[in-house]
């Protein structure tokens, strides 16, 4: 049996974004990572724009004592004003219209006047180049924009959209096959037998996946066979799945097959359980480029060996961030010693008014409650032979998802 931190090296430690990659528009782009850099294919803004709605004049034209200056034409955004301002003159202009040739300044127009024959009169003195955005201010053409291996948030679609791409190259989400195992398990809606239960991992895992930046194969639910669950893994190594996950029978009993399934196939492995709790009963390795992980069936064990392990492998294999994110908090309630396993308390966080983020563990950590796996929301870390520890003292947590 290996630590959390062995196993974690161990798994990740040789794991590479996968090298596939594809075209998606910009409104599939959010959360996506980049496969290439993307350079501007044009400048923004194309021109010296004004920032406020007002007048383009001469900066010389608007200094005390004011004199009324001639207003000849008129620049809105989208319709320039062709001419050319001249001393003594101005141009009506809106936020985001082109600033006419020879202006080289804007006069708000809450500091100007208009007199009954038109003629525009300064209030307030202006600048040289005030509230005028220079062309190119935002980027120029042929600057590189977003840099490849960019996990892409709104803002970076934004600023690709402008730059002009209607599409983007991104790495092809990591392909994760998804197998719960046991005679026992019927799908939610099955009519649920005599000592049979409704199998509910997969869906929880299916979904840690995807919110890794996944796509899951669901291969559903094979008996207790190893002929089947091997054949389940040839078809995901025929694939080309970037990672085969199996639910249950990873623990000791006779019907527990991952273990032989895992020798017969002859997968290279990176551990076969690890000293945590819950989730003891985790298995990792590979066949070729192909991870496995085999997940133990308890559904709170299930749950958590996936959002330690698998998620930031998956996350690794999509090109994002991978390291799992901890966080310090501080403990609400006394904890007592730890035993040899590191332990992972299902827990409710609460962000104080002062800002101080309090942990309380929930009462019943039994590895089989998923009622009180699904109402936490991070999970306290307690070391190996962790003493005992009372509330207000610091402590980490792992965010769920
Ligand atoms: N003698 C020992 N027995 C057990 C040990 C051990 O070290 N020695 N470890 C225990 C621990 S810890 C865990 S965790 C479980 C994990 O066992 P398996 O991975 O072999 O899981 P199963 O036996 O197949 O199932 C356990 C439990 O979970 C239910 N299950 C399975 N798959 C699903 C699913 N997809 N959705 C919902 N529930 C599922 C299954 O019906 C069982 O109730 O082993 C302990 N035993
Ligand atoms: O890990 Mo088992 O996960 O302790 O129930």
Excluded: W
């Excluded at 005028?132 to 690709?160: E, M, N, P, Y």
């Amino acid at each position: 049996m290996i630590s959390v931190e062995d196993a974690y090296q161990r798994l990740l430690g040789a794991a590479e974004p996968v090298r596939r990659t594809e075209s998606v528009s910009l409104r599939e782009a959010a959360g996506r990572v980049l496969a290439e850099d993307v350079l501007a294919k044009r400048t923004q803004p194309g021109f010296d724009a004004s920032a406020m709605d007002g007048y383009a004049l001469r900066a010389e034209d608007a200094q005390a004592p004011f004199r009324p200056l001639r207003v000849i034409g008129e620049s809105a955004a989208g319709r320039a004003f062709e001419g050319r301002v001249e001393p003594g003159e101005a141009v009506r202009i809106f936020t985001g219209a082109p600033v006419p040739e020879g202006a080289d300044a804007i006069l708000i127009q809450e500091d100007a006047e208009r007199s009954e024959d038109g003629a525009l009169v300064p209030k307030e003195e202006v600048s040289t180049g005030q509230h005028i955005r220079s062309a190119g201010v935002d980027f120029s053409a042929g600057s590189i924009l977003l840099g490849q291996g960019t996990l892409l948030s709104s803002g970076a679609v934004a600023l690709a959209a402008s730059g002009g791409h209607p599409h983007l190259t991104v790495l092809a989400r990591p392909k994760v096959a998804v197998l719960a195992t046991g005679d026992e398990l019927v799908s939610p809606g099955e009519p649920v037998g005599p000592s049979q239960i409704v199998a509910s991992n997969s869906y929880g895992v299916a979904a840690l996946v995807e919110a890794c930046g996944g796509s899951v194969v669901d291969c559903g639910i094979a008996p207790d066979r190893e002929d089947e669950i091997a054949a389940h893994l040839d078809r995901a190594l025929s694939d080309g799945c970037d990672c085969f996950v199996t639910i249950g029978g990873a623990s000791v009993g006779d019907h527990d097959l991952i273990g032989k399934v895992f020798e017969a196939k002859k997968v290279e492995i990176a551990f076969l359980k690890v000293a945590m709790r819950p989730g003891k009963p985790l298995m990792a390795g590979r066949i070729g480029d192909m991870r496995l992980v085999g997940l133990p069936g308890n559904p709170a064990s299930s749950m958590v060996a996936a959002t330690l392990f698998l998620a930031p492998l998956v996350r690794r294999l999509a090109g994002r961030p991978d390291a799992l994110l901890t966080r310090a908090a501080i403990l609400g309630s006394d904890v007592p010693e730890n035993g040899t396993r590191a332990d992972f308390m299902r827990s409710k966080t609460e962000l104080r008014a002062d800002g101080t983020l309090i942990v309380m563990p929930l009462p019943r950590q039994d590895s089989s409650l998923l009622s009180i796996y699904a109402a936490a929301d991070a999970l306290l870390m307690r070391p190996p032979h962790a003493p005992a520890a009372r509330a207000g003292e610091a402590c980490h947590i792992v965010d769920l998802v």
